[in-house]
Every structure is written in structure tokens, then in C-alpha cells.
């Protein structure tokens, strides 16, 4: 075994991939003395070879194309890091075609074209592993697939996207609005120049398709997830939601029951006692409550080189023990037996129910409160509690916080439509639902 | 694959091991979704047959004595559930001696004896797997062998006994002290009736000896472990560090550094921000950082039927998967091929550095901190701040908290043993170490 060579391919060196290169090299010593086989870069393929990098690529075989790659090469694991959908796909598709192994960080690649990639991995018994595409250094994938293996998985909530928590966490501490602390994240790297991605949730949902389907073994399902960003989300909501017990996190949940799977990506107040409310910055959670283990949390970074580069490297160390003890394709890509993914009920949003903060701006006027709360028990929403900040009776335009009991989205959605038709009401309703985690 | 099963057999069906057969019953389908094999208990070991349980053991073919049992049955992996050393050791040495594959729950076991059992597994391509040795329902064995792989670990610290989180928690919520709260945690059933075992620190200690072993590639080193207990920590110190921006914790540490290995289990203070400060009661975390992931923490239930019953049939599904694969012997027991694990040096607790919260009891006299800052100041060991809490002009008895910079631990046990011996001092001085975490 130890003079077994496993030769991979990096495609994409950017970030992630010079994080991945420069890992294997400084550890490499370390991981033979676990493994007792080697593991070896043999070529590499980017757009352009001369571009400034924070890694030495001279030593490798170097393609513009990773297609020409892949066939002039004899390699047993190909790593994509191109990112993308369309050039990742294809690059995929083929190498498992030629039986290479892949080992990828692309979310969306695997969100969105995963059940056919699946469907390629097991005809051709490779090893698909992308334990990078979800929530950084954090070993997500692996914990749901090989160590909660033993459970029913009944939810999952998870602080999945960095920049979001990072803006959440900073308009908070600095009590600054939303607009100005994007700016700041931007500056710090921690958004894109266009952060409608990471804001907007669709970051967030990638995660949650990959997630869910795993944990459920269910065909991956992102058209079905109910997605909302933060982008509405004011200093005052934090601010009121602190008051109540509460702190607002950017989270997505997926969540089995009688009925179907809940699978939704939205801000949320969750009670600060939670162990995930603390986590604060760009850092990432994950909870996953199961029927034997209980609610158990996994934490760390969500992004960077070599948080990122950890995962992509343990992939490749253990897709090479596969090749080495000739055990690929012992674990599905989705986690299930192919054969054996369930059909499921995928909920509507209207269809969840959730115990409700709702903001309302009004006028005062005597019976605006009476007007609201007929209205909600119109529709069998009752009251848990009311925040008033300021004085009704002196202030002419003046927000009512109520916090409901559980209803159906359904309901909320019919009442606060008929709130918002009153003269005395202004502007849209704030609405966020409210997470136990318990 | 579908036609084949994995024969079992259990010894011991205490809390445990009802909790196993219960789950492998009621999630067998789920399981055989995701591997696609069959798992089934065939025979079970326990002093009594007739004993009141929360399973039923009728259907399987039941032996008083595991070795018995054992040589009897043809069965693929045993499970051992008996705990305790002597009876345990011999059924798992001879277990492997018949290629039986083994999964235990039992860190003494494993702590004590794991370099002998190390040598037997691979003499004999055996899989030994022990997740729910340490921290219950969280896989952190499996994420240090196999998600953080690529990494060379820097430094573990865990809060991986659930009695002494639950009594240090409980103290500073209900303002009691320790032996009030041990008396309930008694009563809650979360602590035994003989708590040494516990609050002294043995039981964290077994399981720090796993830890970091498996995250540093040396052998296991129970005898070289420093350990100190709860016992001595009072309510006033859980006051006064909150005061100071920490929380007090009962941790178990292992950090790889230039000089050796430090491995110590001890209460701490802890900076309050850490997300492992909110950790409470009877859960455990286990913060691991290492050089490309960074810190990453897992949290979870330490200790129940279920929840360590998912970590023990996690570990039957994945050692069945090896044998319906053919690739047992793939992650050695103690994570590195047993010839490469490294010599290193175990520090002594002298010889580590730390900062240090300090309590000392002094009668009122002028020149009492003069005195105190000249001892210390004489072995090199500055002051980072002083609480006061009481009025030194009118109290003849009274506390003065220190918080020193960072200083070698001879230094201290020097200074402490002559500021112990001035007239003024009362008592002996409390020490905890401060841990940044960072």
C-alpha cells in the first residue's frame, strides 16, 4: 500500500484550488503517516497559467482546458473548482463517463444538476464527494451521511451563508442599518459586488437542496424551497426582537413531518438562549435534531482558502482510500440507495406553521388596536404579546410589535393583507417567523 | 449487496445496549434504505435474562457469558456494552483473535488498553470502532479521523463530562453551592452516587487520552494526563469571573506545541464570547483547531440510551459497510498507520504556560497587596487587573481576586506557596488557569 500513488487533476485554480495545492503540499507528510499511500497533483487546468497566484503551479502539467485535460491524462480523481454551472457540468459528466472520481466545492453545481450526476456516478461506480459545498471547513455532509446514519433526521437548521449572518451580526453590534453595513461587508470581502446571491438567500438555498436531500433521501429539490433574503430586515426588528428574548438569523430550515417536507430559507427570530444565536460574524452552524442523537451542532468556517481547501482534501483523502481498497461507490451520492429515494410532499409556504413577529406602522387613532386584533382573530390568530415603544396617545405615526401564537402561514398572509387595507395602517407589514429550535 | 446481512452480537444490555437494539429495530428499514445491506442482532450477552429492561431480548439467543458466546455464535461483529476493564478487555482481545470486528462504547477500555487492542486489530485486519466513547451522540471520533484529515490538529479543548458542565451551570443559576447542586445532580440521575469518577476528572481524562491520540498520532496516554477536578471551585469564583467577562468550565486540553504535548484536564476560565461558554448543563462540545480548517466546535448530548446508542450503530453500520466491502482495516484504530505514530514529549503541568485568575483570602492590613505583587513580581509574573469586592479598611478577612498576564506554571506554584505562607494570607489560594480559546 505505501507505494500505492493516487494521481488527481485540479480544475480551477483560484481561491479554493491554490488553498488545495498548497494544503497537500505542507501536509502531505502528515496525511501519509494516516493513510499510508500518497497522494499526488499531476496536473492542473485554469484560464490563464501567468495570473498572480497564492500558489506555485509551475510543477504541474498545466491545461487551458480541463476537457483536453481529463482526456490526455491518466488521473483517478479530478477536483472541480471552477464554480459555475454550465463548464463544471460537462467537465463532471465526462470524467465520471471515464470513470475519474470527482471531488467538487460547487453548490450549485451539485443543487442543481445533482440527480443526474448522481444517476452517471452509479452507473459508472464513482465516488462523487463535495464536502466543500456546504458551509466551508464545517464536515456537514459527512456527520449527516456516515455519522448520523443511524437516525431518522427530523429537522435541520443552519446559519449556511456568511455574508448574511456577518450583516446581521454587525447592524446589531454597530446599530447601523442594512445599507451601510453591506457596504462595510463588501469592503471586508465578506460580499460580493453583487450581493443579490448571498442576501437574496439563493447562497443559502443551494445549501439547504444538498442538505435536505441527504438528510430525508429525497431527489434534490431546489425550485421547491420558499427563499427570502434579509434585505428587508430593519435595525429596529433586531432591536425589538433583543427585547423580546429574541435574535433575528438569516437561517435555513428543512423539516420533516406527517404532512411533507418544510423546506425554507428566510429570517428568523430564535430565543438567545439557543447555542446557534451566539453564532455570530461570518462564521457557520448547522443543528440537525434526530430521533436517537437528539439536536446536535456542528460550527466553524463557512469560506476561505484553506477552511475550504480542508474539505476539498479530505474528500480527495477519502475517495483515494476508496480507490486504494477498491470500495468506491459504497456511499450514494444522495446518501440513499438510488433505488430508494422517496417521493415526498415538498409544503408550500402557506402550508408551514409558525408562531409570528409581526411590525405594523400605524396612525394613532382610538381602536386601531381593536381594528388589528379582530381582524387576527378572524382568522384564529391569537396573541402571545404586544410591544408598545411609544406613546400611542402623543405619536401620530407609531409601531405596534406583536408577537402570535402558532397559525398557519396561510392565515397570517389573509390577515395581514386585510391590516394593511386599513386607513390607519402605513406601509407594509414586517413580517418574520419565530424558530423555537427545540 | 441486498441479500447480504451483517450478523451481530451484543454484550451487555444495559441503558446502552437496549438503546442499540431498540434503534437498529425501529430504524432498520431507513438504514437499509441508505447501505443497502442487512444489520441483525443474533445473539446477546447479559448477567441476567430476566431483568426488568426497556427492550425485549427474547428473540435472541442469549448467553451469561460473552465468550461463550462468542465462540458459539458466527456472528461478524461483537459489540460491547459491558463497560468496566477487566471482563471487557479479555472479550474484546479474543473477539479480535477470531476476526470478529469490534464496537465499543467503553473509554476506559479503550484509554486504558487501546495500543494492545491497536496491535491485535491490525495484526488481525480487524475494524475497532469507539465513537460513542467520547461525547456521546456527537461523532467527534469520526471527525477527527476522517473530516479533518487533510489538517494537522493544533489544539483540542471539550467540555466531554455532562456531571461537571451540569453542577458548574447549575451552581451559577442558582447561586448555590457545589455540594447542594451535586446532591440534585444526584438526584436528576446525572450524577452517580460514588461522583469522583466524575468531578474529580477521571472520566474526561479517559476521554482526552482518546482524543488526543487519534488528533496527534502518538499512543495512549492516560498516566501522563494532569487532571484536576471541580471540587474546590466555589460560588464566589463563578461570581467573580463572570464579573471579569469569563465563565468557569471544566475542560478537558490537548495542544500539540514546539516543547511537546500538553494534555490536562481542569476547570477554567473561559472568555464569555466563546461560543463553547454557552455551552450548559448536561451537553458536551468539543472545540478542535487545526491548521487549514481552524476552530471548528460539535456539540451535542454526552451521554443517554438513544443518543449514545446513535454513535454505536453508526459505528456497526459503517464496519458493516467495510465487511459487505471488503475494506476493513482502511482507518487504523488510533488514526495513524500504527508504524508511523510519533514519540513526543508530554509536558508537565509545570511546565506549561497560561494566565491565571487567583483567590486569596487576606486578613486587613496595610502593605497586604504590597506584599502579595512583591512575591509575584519576584517570579516574573505581572498583574493584568485586581478586584476589590470588598472594603479592605473594614474587613478583617477578605477576598482579593487577581488576573495575571501569562507566566510559566512553576512560576506560580512558586509564588502561591510563599504568598501562602505570609501571616496575612488565610488558607490556601485558588487557582484556575484562563483559556482563551483563540
Redesign the interface.
Same mark, same amino acid.
Given at each position: 500500500m505505501e507505494n500505492k500513488t493516487i494521481k488527481i487533476g485540479i480544475a480551477g485554480v483560484g481561491t479554493v484550488g491554490c488553498?488545495v495545492i498548497n494544503?497537500?503540499k505542507?501536509?502531505n507528510e502528515?496525511?501519509?503517516?494516516? $493513510?499510508?499511500f500518497n497522494i499526488k497533483v499531476v496536473c492542473i487546468s485554469a484560464k490563464n497559467k501567468d495570473k498572480k497566484r497564492d500558489c506555485n503551479v509551475d510543477q504541474y502539467n498545466f491545461y487551458t482546458d480541463p476537457l483536453k485535460m481529463i482526456e490526455n491524462e491518466d488521473i483517478n480523481i479530478l477536483v472541480e473548482l471552477i464554480g459555475g454551472e454550465s463548464i463544471a457540468r460537462n467537465l463532471v459528466k465526462k470524467s465520471l463517463e471515464k470513470n475519474i472520481h470527482v471531488v467538487t466545492a460547487n453548490k450549485a453545481l451539485i443543487a442543481l444538476h445533482g440527480n443526474e450526476i448522481s444517476d452517471l456516478a452509479q452507473k459508472n461506480n464513482c465516488d462523487v464527494a463535495f464536502?466543500a459545498s456546504v458551509a466551508g471547513?464545517?464536515?456537514i455532509i459527512?456527520?449527516i451521511k456516515? *455519522? =448520523?446514519? %443511524?437516525?431518522?433526521i427530523e429537522w435541520i437548521a443552519g446559519i449556511i451563508n456568511g455574508t448574511t449572518n456577518f450583516i446581521l451580526t454587525s447592524m446589531l453590534k454597530t446599530k447601523k442599518d442594512f445599507k451601510d453595513v453591506l457596504l462595510e461587508a463588501q469592503e471586508l470581502g465578506y460580499a460580493e459586488s453583487d450581493p443579490s446571491f448571498d442576501v437574496g438567500g439563493i447562497d443559502a438555498a443551494h445549501k439547504l437542496t444538498i442538505l435536505s436531500s441527504i438528510s430525508f433521501?429525497i431527489n434534490l429539490n431546489f425550485d421547491a424551497i420558499y427563499v427570502e433574503g434579509i434585505e428587508n430586515i430593519e435595525l429596529d426588528d433586531l432591536n425589538y426582537a433583543k427585547e423580546l428574548g429574541y435574535v433575528i438569523k438569516h437561517l435555513a430550515i428543512a423539516r420533516s413531518n406527517e404532512s411533507g417536507v418544510e423546506l425554507r430559507v428566510h429570517p428568523c427570530l430564535i430565543p438567545n438562549s439557543r =447555542?446557534i444565536a451566539?453564532?455570530d460574524g461570518v462564521k457557520n452552524a448547522v443543528v440537525v435534531s %434526530?430521533?436517537?442523537?437528539?439536536? $446536535? =451542532?456542528? @460550527?466553524? %468556517?463557512g469560506a476561505?482558502s @484553506? %477552511?475550504t481547501? *480542508? *474539505?476539498?482534501?479530505?474528500d480527495?483523502?477519502?475517495v483515494s482510500?476508496?480507490i486504494? @481498497?477498491?470500495?468506491n461507490g459504497? =456511499?450514494?451520492l444522495l446518501?440513499?440507495?438510488p433505488n430508494?429515494l422517496?417521493k415526498v410532499n415538498i409544503l408550500k409556504i402557506e402550508q408551514i406553521k409558525s408562531r409570528y413577529y409581526l411590525r405594523i406602522r400605524v396612525t394613532n387613532k382610538p381602536g386601531v388596536l381593536a381594528d388589528i386584533t379582530k381582524i387576527l382573530g378572524g382568522k384564529s390568530i391569537s396573541i402571545e404579546s404586544i410591544l408598545q415603544k411609544e406613546d400611542l396617545v402623543n405619536d401620530a405615526n407609531v409601531p405596534i410589535v406583536l408577537v402570535t401564537h402558532e397559525v398557519l402561514e396561510k392565515n397570517i398572509i389573509e390577515a395581514l393583507s386585510s391590516i394593511e387595507n386599513l386607513d390607519v395602517v402605513k406601509g407594509k407589514i414586517v413580517k418574520i417567523r419565530i424558530e423555537e429550535l427545540n
Open positions: 488553498g494544503l497537500l505542507r501536509n502528515e496525511i501519509f503517516k494516516r $493513510t499510508g464536502e471547513a464545517v464536515p459527512k456527520v456516515e *455519522s =448520523l446514519n %443511524a437516525n431518522k433521501g =447555542l451566539n453564532v %434526530a430521533d436517537a442523537s437528539g439536536p $446536535t =451542532l456542528y @460550527y466553524g %468556517a476561505g @484553506y %477552511a481547501a *480542508s *474539505s476539498v482534501v479530505s480527495i483523502i477519502n482510500k476508496n486504494v @481498497y477498491n470500495s459504497n =456511499l450514494p446518501n440513499y440507495q430508494k422517496k
